[in-house]
C-alpha cells in the first residue's frame, strides 16, 4: 500500500509540473497590448452592490475619473437589498448619470448577484457590459485600455486582472500571492486557447453575446458563477473569441479578506461551482489538482507519525511542487510589481495543500453564509 501510495505521488507530481508549465506558456504567450485605438463602442459599467456603504463611494469614484468618453459610458449600480445606506450613496451621484436600481424580490432566491446583473443588462444601453464589484478601484486608463483592448481583439469576452492591494497584515499578504496564482492561471487558460477561468471583478463581454447565450439561463441556480461559467459558456462556441488584457493599466485592486473565516467563505464559495462545469476535462483537471494536494496531505501525515518508507517520495513531490509554482508565479509578481511577496511562497504551498482538501471537500457540500444569506 505504502508503495502504491509513493507511485501515485510521483506521478502527480509530475503531472501537476507539466501543467504548471503548460500554464506558465499560456501566460508567455500573451502579448501586451500597445498602441491602442480610441474605443468608440458604448459601454455600460455594471456593479451589484449589498451593504457597500464603506466601498461604493470610492468605486463610483474611480469609474467617474477614467480617461474615458464621457457619453459612451454608462455605470449602473443595482442595490441588492441592502439595509445600510448604499442607495442613498450611490443617489448623491444621479446628476453625473450614475443610474440606481433597486431589487424588491419578495420570494427566496440563491442567485441575487445573476438576477441583479441581469436586471441591469435588460435596461442598460452600452453595447458592451463590464462588471466589477463595490470594493474595487481603478487607475484613470483602466476603461480605456479595457475597451481598446476590446475593440482591437474583436473579443466576444474579455478578462483582466484583479490584485489585493493595501494589505495590513501577513495573511492578508499571504491572500495576494495566492490570488496571483489565480488570476495568473485563468489568463494562462486564455493564453492557451483552453478558457477555464475568469473574475467578475474586471470582466467585459458584449451584450448581444450574452443574450445569445440565454444569459445565465443553466447556471441561475447558483449563487457564484456570473463569471466563470458564463465564460464556460461563450468557450463552449467561441473559445478563440475570448481574451484576456495583460496589462498593468487595466487592473482592478481589491481587499484581500481580514481574517480566516471570511477568507473560507470566500473561497468555500468559489469551489461550489467547480463541479459544475459543461466541459469535464476542467472538471477533471480539478479533480486531479485536489488529488495530488490529497496524497501529499496524506503523505505528510505519514511521514509524521513514522513512516519512513513514504519520506523520499513526499519530498521529490513537494519539492518539485514549490519548484514549478515558483517558476510559474514569478511572471505574475513582476506584473503586479510585488516581487517581495515570493519570500512566502514555501509557506503559501504548505498551507495551499491543507486549504485545498478542505475547500474542496467543503465547497460541495451544504450552504455557506454569503452577504448576510444562507446559500448554496
Known amino acids: 500500500m505504502i508503495q502504491i501510495l509513493n507511485y501515485l505521488l510521483i506521478i502527480f507530481a509530475c503531472v501537476y509540473a507539466i501543467l504548471v508549465l503548460w500554464m506558465r506558456r499560456g501566460w508567455l504567450m500573451l502579448q501586451t497590448p500597445r498602441n491602442l485605438p480610441i474605443p468608440t463602442k458604448t459601454v455600460s459599467v455594471i456593479i451589484a452592490a449589498r451593504n457597500e456603504e464603506l466601498n461604493i463611494r470610492r468605486t463610483i469614484e474611480s469609474i467617474l475619473g477614467q480617461n474615458f468618453p464621457i ?10 437589498h441592502s439595509d445600510d445606506n448604499t442607495s442613498t450613496i450611490v443617489r448623491e451621484y444621479a446628476e453625473k448619470g450614475v443610474k440606481l436600481i433597486q431589487l424588491n424580490e419578495n420570494g427566496r432566491l440563491n442567485s441575487y448577484k445573476k438576477l441583479a446583473i441581469s436586471r441591469a443588462i435588460d435596461c442598460c444601453k452600452g453595447e458592451i457590459i463590464i462588471t466589477t ?17 476590446f475593440e482591437r481583439e474583436d ?14 497584515s501577513f495573511f492578508e499578504r499571504l491572500q495576494t500571492l495566492e490570488f496571483l496564482y489565480l488570476i495568473g492561471l485563468g489568463a494562462a487558460g486564455i493564453g492557451n486557447r483552453k478558457p477555464t477561468t475568469c473574475n467578475g471583478a474586471n470582466l ?4 448581444d453575446i450574452f443574450k445569445q447565450m440565454g444569459g445565465f439561463k443553466g447556471i441561475d441556480e447558483l449563487a457564484s458563477g456570473d463569471d466563470e461559467l458564463l465564460l464556460h459558456k461563450v468557450a463552449e462556441r467561441y ?8 496589462s498593468a493599466e487595466a487592473v482592478v485592486y481589491t481587499d484581500a479578506k ?23 476535462g476542467v472538471i477533471a483537471l480539478g479533480i486531479s489538482i485536489w488529488f495530488f494536494n490529497l496524497l501529499l496531505l496524506i503523505a505528510s501525515i505519514l511521514g509524521l507519525l513514522g513512516v519512513k518508507l513514504i519520506g523520499l517520495a513526499a519530498i521529490f513531490a513537494l519539492l518539485l511542487k514549490m519548484l514549478v509554482e515558483s517558476f510559474f508565479i ?4 513582476s506584473f503586479a510589481k510585488r516581487n517581495e511577496l515570493l519570500r512566502y511562497l514555501p ?17 460541495n457540500v451544504g450552504k455557506y453564509d454569503w452577504k448576510g444569506r444562507q446559500v448554496k
Request: aromatic share 10%; glycine share 4%; proline share 5%.
Open 71 to 80: 457619453e459612451l459610458l454608462e455605470l449602473i449600480i443595482i442595490d441588492d
Open 133 to 149: 464589484d463595490a470594493d474595487c478601484r481603478m487607475g484613470p486608463n483602466w476603461l480605456c485600455t479595457v475597451m481598446g483592448t
Open 155 to 168: 473579443a466576444y469576452l474579455q478578462s483582466s486582472p484583479v490584485i489585493y492591494s493595501e494589505e495590513t
Open 204 to 207: 467585459a463581454y458584449r451584450k
Open 239 to 246: 473559445p478563440e473569441r475570448i481574451t484576456f488584457c495583460k
Open 258 to 280: 481580514p481574517n480566516l473565516k471570511s477568507f473560507i467563505s470566500q473561497r468555500r464559495r468559489w469551489a461550489s461551482k467547480s463541479t459544475k462545469y459543461k466541459n469535464k
Open 330 to 333: 514569478q511572471p505574475m509578481t
Open 347 to 363: 509557506i503559501l504551498s504548505l498551507a495551499h495543500i491543507v486549504y485545498l482538501v478542505y475547500i474542496g471537500i467543503l465547497g
